[in-house]
T-cell receptor
Framework: DSGVTQTPKHLITATGQRVTLRCSPRSGDLSVYWYQQSLDQGLQFLIQYYNGEERAKGNILERFSAQQFPDLHSELNLSSLELGDSALYFC?????????????FGPGTRLTVT | TQLLEQSPQFLSIQEGENLTVYCNSSSVFSSLQWYRQEPGEGPVLLVTVVTGGEVKKLKRLTFQFGDARKDSSLHITAAQPGDTGLYLCAGAKSGNTPLVFGKGTRLSVIA
C-alpha cells in the first residue's frame, strides 16, 4: 500500500459524458501527478500540481483539467469523453515539487468509455 | 518517438533462470527510476539511480546506470514466479522536468 488513494476504482460511461477522478496523496506529500496508461502509449504524464499550484504540464488534452485543493487532494476532470479516452488513470504523489523525485502511485482508476 | 526504449518488450522464462532487461535513450538523464507494476495495480518504485556507473542491489535484483547516464539495466538472478510483472524505467532530464516512462518489459516467470 503506497498510501495514495484513488476513487473510483472502475468507471464506465458513455461518449460525450464528463467524469471526475479523485486522488488523495500520501500524508505529507505536496505534489500530485496524473498519468494516463494505455496499452499502445504506455504511461503518459498529464499534469503535476504542487501545493495547490500547477507545476508542470504534459500531454493533457484541452478536454481534461485538474486541480489540487487546500487539503492537497486532487481531481482530474475529463469531459466530452471519446472512446480513445478509455485507459487507466494513475495519480502519484511526492514530497517535493521537483518531478524527478521518487513518486508513489495509487491503485488507479480504470475508465471505460462506451 | 519514445524517449526511453525498453527491451525486450516481452520475456518468458523458467523459474531459476537469470535475465537482464534494458532501458536505453539517446538523451542524458539526471536520474533514472525502475518500477514494477502488477495487473490492476499502480507502479511500485524499486530503485532510483543518479550517478553514472552506479550499481544498486535489491536482493536478487541488480540495477546499473550507464556511465553516460543515457541507459540502465536491470538484472534478476534466479528469477521466481513472484518476479512476474511489468518493469518500467522512468527518467528525469532535470529536477524540474516530468518523468518520462518507457513502455516496459513484461516478464513472466514460469514455475
Amino acid at each position: 500500500d503506497s498510501g495514495v488513494t484513488q476513487t473510483p476504482k472502475h468507471l464506465i460511461t458513455a461518449t460525450g459524458q464528463r467524469v471526475t477522478l479523485r486522488c488523495s496523496p500520501r500524508s505529507g506529500d505536496l505534489s500530485v501527478y496524473w498519468y494516463q496508461q494505455s496499452l499502445d502509449q504506455g504511461l503518459q504524464f498529464l499534469i503535476q500540481y504542487y501545493n495547490g499550484e500547477e507545476r508542470a504540464k504534459g500531454n493533457i488534452l484541452e478536454r481534461f483539467s485538474a486541480q489540487q485543493f487546500p487539503d492537497l487532494h486532487s481531481e482530474l476532470n475529463l469531459s466530452s469523453l471519446e472512446l480513445g479516452d478509455s485507459a487507466l488513470y494513475f495519480c502519484a504523489s511526492s514530497v517535493g515539487g521537483t518531478s524527478g523525485v521518487e513518486q508513489y502511485f495509487g491503485p488507479g482508476t480504470r475508465l471505460t468509455v462506451t | 518517438t519514445q524517449l526511453l526504449e525498453q527491451s525486450p518488450q516481452f520475456l518468458s522464462i523458467q523459474e531459476g533462470e537469470n535475465l537482464t532487461v534494458y532501458c536505453n535513450s539517446s538523451s542524458v538523464f539526471s536520474s533514472l527510476q525502475w518500477y514494477r507494476q502488477e495487473p490492476g495495480e499502480g507502479p511500485v518504485l524499486l530503485v532510483t539511480v543518479v550517478t553514472g556507473g552506479e550499481v544498486k542491489k535489491l536482493k536478487r535484483l541488480t540495477f546499473q546506470f550507464g556511465d553516460a547516464r543515457k541507459d540502465s539495466s536491470l538484472h534478476i538472478t534466479a528469477a521466481q514466479p513472484g518476479d512476474t510483472g511489468l518493469y518500467l524505467c522512468a527518467g528525469a532530464k532535470s529536477g524540474n522536468t516530468p518523468l518520462v516512462f518507457g513502455k516496459g518489459t513484461r516478464l513472466s516467470v514460469i514455475a
